[in-house]
T-cell receptor
Framework: DGGITQSPKYLFRKEGQNVTLSCEQN?????MYWYRQDPGQGLRLIYY???????QKGDIAEGYSVSREKKESFPLTVTSAQKNPTAFYLC????????????FGPGTRLTVL | SQQGEEDPQALSIQEGENATMNCSYK?????LQWYRQNSGRGLVHLIL?????REKHSGRLRVTLDTSKKSSSLLITASRAADTASYFC??????????FGSGTQLTVLP
């Protein structure tokens, strides 16, 4: 899991509520990523950020929002507009935008009650 | 859509045996990576092979890449119970993005 932390490990949310997942890295990496993983599935890219104050939508950005105000932090907000938010969320980072290998955090499991 | 697809979806072997899993992809790539994920954890990078390479080794891992067939294989030799995990291939789908397959669940029985 390296120097990337995600919190909380487990999160429960009622329908209609927004919730924010934390991702922090102390690796001095420029680029950060958010993925969603459903049971038995691979990872799907939600958002990514190449540099502070800049981010781009991935394949499944609808119902999610992010910010990148600091290099070490890339929080993900799951809004009430996300129809099926129950999933495992993974944050990753790379030293530069050109680096191929991604370093992952331990993940947050979100359950909507 | 997912670029890489692993095969088989699940594999169960005895400790000491070799495990082979395959990945197929659809479009041209610059490189292909393999990651491991223990249950409920993040992914860990195992190995990267570039499009101009055909084979690469790292410890008990051997990866091959056949760009003409758009496929790759990951061989784990002399498997151990600790190798039990899901294994994913990932390809560079576009600038600064990776596309992951759905994974192979490997179970190594003691």
């Amino acid at each position: 899991d390296g120097g990337i932390t995600q919190s909380p490990k487990y999160l429960f949310r009622k329908e209609g509520q927004n919730v924010t997942l934390s991702c922090e890295q102390n690796l001095n990496h420029d680029a950060m990523y958010w993925y969603r993983q459903d049971p038995g599935q691979g990872l799907r890219l939600i958002y990514y950020s190449q540099i502070v104050n800049d981010f781009q939508k991935g394949d499944i950005a609808e119902g999610y929002s992010v910010s990148r105000e600091k290099k070490e932090s890339f929080p993900l907000t799951v809004t009430s507009a996300q129809k099926n938010p129950t999933a495992f969320y993974l944050c990753a980072s790379t030293p530069t935008v050109a680096t191929d290998t991604q370093y992952f955090g331990p993940g947050t499991r979100l359950t909507v009650l | 859509s997912q670029q890489g697809e692993e095969d088989p979806q699940a594999l169960s072997i005895q400790e000491g045996e070799n495990a082979t899993m395959n990945c197929s992809y659809k479009t041209s790539i610059n490189n292909l990576q393999w990651y491991r994920q223990n249950s409920g954890r993040g992914l860990v990078h195992l190995i990267l092979i570039r499009s101009n390479e055909r084979e690469k080794h790292s410890g008990r891992l051997r990866v091959t890449l056949d760009t003409s067939k758009k496929s790759s294989s990951l061989l784990i030799t002399a498997s151990r119970a600790a190798d039990t995990a899901s294994y994913f291939c990932a390809t560079d789908a576009g600038p600064r993005q990776l596309t992951f397959g759905s994974g192979t669940q490997l179970t190594v029985l003691p």
